[in-house]
T-cell receptor, first 116, second 112 residues
Framework: GAGVSQSPRYKVAKRGQDVALRCDPISGHVSLFWYQQALGQGPEFLTYFQNEAQLDKSGLPSDRFFAERPEGSVSTLKIQRTQQEDSAVYLC??????????????FGPGTRLTVL | KQEVTQIPAALSVPEGENLVLNCSFTDSAIYNLQWFRQDPGKGLTSLLLIQSSQREQTSGRLNASLDKSSGRSTLYIAASQPGDSATYLCAVRPGVVDKLIFGTGTRLQVFP
C-alpha cells in the first residue's frame, strides 16, 4: 500500500474486555514500532520489531499488553482486560531500515481506543 | 533518562508571521532529531530529519536547526499560513536504540 494503515480507526471497549489493534506497515519495511499517545501528550514508545523479532518491549506498560508480528509484516497489538487508563491513540510506524540511510519513521493514522 | 521538552505549548498568530518553535533535550548523545506535524485525528507526518552530524535542514518554508551540545533544536516557519495550523512534535532518537522519544508538542494556530 501507499502508506501505513491501521484498523480499526476507532474502538470502544468496556472495562475488562480484550482488544486487538492491527497495523499494516509499508510493503517491504523491515522495522515496525508501536506508540501510545494520551490526550494532549506526545507519543510514547511501546515496542519495536525488526522483521518478526521483537527487539524491544520495554515500553509496554503492563503484562496485559502483548504485540506480535509473526510473518514480519502485519503486526497486532493486543490489550487484555482493558482499563480506563488504556484509553489513548495507538500509533504504528514503519521504517525501511536500509543500512546507514536516514530512517524516517512513517506513521499510520492511529487507532483511538476508548475504555468505558 | 532522555527527556524532550517543547516550548511554547500553544501558539496563535496571524497569517504571514515568521515563527520559531523550540525543542530541548537532556541527553546530547542522539543519533538524529526529527520534526513531525500532527493534524487532528491523523497520524504524524515527518517534516525534517537532522542527523547528529548536521546543523540544519531546510524544506520549503521550514528550517530546522540542531545544536547538539546545548541540547536544542528550533523549527523556523517562514510566512505562516492557515494551513500550517497543526501540532508540531519534536522527537529524538537515542544513539543505540531505534525508538523515538517525543516532546509534548506545540499546538499552532494561524488565523487569516
Amino acid at each position: 500500500g501507499a502508506g501505513v494503515s491501521q484498523s480499526p480507526r476507532y474502538k470502544v471497549a468496556k472495562r475488562g474486555q480484550d482488544v486487538a489493534l492491527r497495523c499494516d506497515p509499508i510493503s517491504g519495511h523491515v522495522s515496525l514500532f508501536w506508540y501510545q499517545q494520551a490526550l494532549g501528550q506526545g507519543p510514547e514508545f511501546l515496542t519495536y520489531f525488526q522483521n518478526e523479532a521483537q527487539l524491544d518491549k520495554s515500553g509496554l506498560p503492563s503484562d496485559r499488553f502483548f504485540a506480535e508480528r509473526p510473518e514480519g509484516s502485519v503486526s497486532t497489538l493486543k490489550i487484555q482486560r482493558t482499563q480506563q487508563e488504556d484509553s489513548a491513540v495507538y500509533l504504528c510506524a514503519s521504517t525501511e531500515r536500509r543500512g546507514a540511510a536516514p530512517d524516517t519513521q512513517y506513521f499510520g493514522p492511529g487507532t483511538r481506543l476508548t475504555v468505558l | 533518562k532522555q527527556e524532550v521538552t517543547q516550548i511554547p505549548a500553544a501558539l496563535s498568530v496571524p497569517e504571514g508571521e515568521n515563527l520559531v518553535l523550540n525543542c530541548s533535550f537532556t541527553d546530547s548523545a542522539i543519533y538524529n532529531l526529527q520534526w513531525f506535524r500532527q493534524d487532528p485525528g491523523k497520524g504524524l507526518t515527518s517534516l525534517l530529519l537532522i542527523q547528529s552530524s548536521q546543523r540544519e535542514q531546510t524544506s520549503g518554508r521550514l528550517n530546522a536547526s540542531l545544536d547538539k551540545s546545548s541540547g536544542r533544536s528550533t523549527l523556523y516557519i517562514a510566512a505562516s499560513q492557515p494551513g500550517d495550523s497543526a501540532t508540531y512534535l519534536c522527537a529524538v532518537r537515542p544513539g543505540v536504540v531505534d525508538k523515538l522519544i517525543f516532546g509534548t508538542g506545540t499546538r499552532l494556530q494561524v488565523f487569516p
